[in-house]
């Protein structure tokens, strides 16, 4: 089992950037795939980006590729979301998902643990 802590979400103006970071308790991090997510009021829940276990495979939600990068550090158990070129259409709840499974999946229904989010709010 594994346990995600969000942090690094706030309030930014429009064009401005944000890193996010996603701390996992547990010796095992590097078994799992993990993923962001995000939620906006009123809307469901949108697949943003995922990572392999290594790093060396990731996937993105179209509404944000090119702008966003997710990275991890298997060393410090921490995933991070690299947000960039943030418009008002950004701003949700953001969430950190882990799953054991090796594929890298875009449905929420993919991931078994989950953060208690942090919240990014962009400007115009």
């Known amino acids: 089992q594994v346990q995600l802590v969000e942090s690094g979400g706030g309030l930014v103006q429009a064009g401005g950037s944000l890193r996010l970071s996603c701390a996992a308790s547990?010796?095992?991090?590097?078994?799992?795939?993990m993923a962001w997510f995000r939620q906006a009021p009123g809307k469901e829940r949108e697949f943003v980006a995922a990572?392999?276990?290594?790093?060396?495979?990731?996937y993105y939600g179209d509404s944000v590729k090119g702008r966003f990068t997710i990275s991890r550090d298997n060393a410090k158990n921490t995933v991070y979301l690299q947000m960039n070129s943030l418009n008002s259409e950004d701003t949700a709840v953001y969430y950190c998902a882990a799953t054991g499974r090796p594929a890298l999946q875009a449905t929420r229904n993919g991931y078994d643990y989950w953060g208690q989010g942090t919240q990014v709010t962009v400007s115009s």
């Open positions: 547990g010796r095992t991090f590097s078994t799992y795939v």
């Open positions: 990572i392999s276990r290594s790093g060396s495979g990731t």
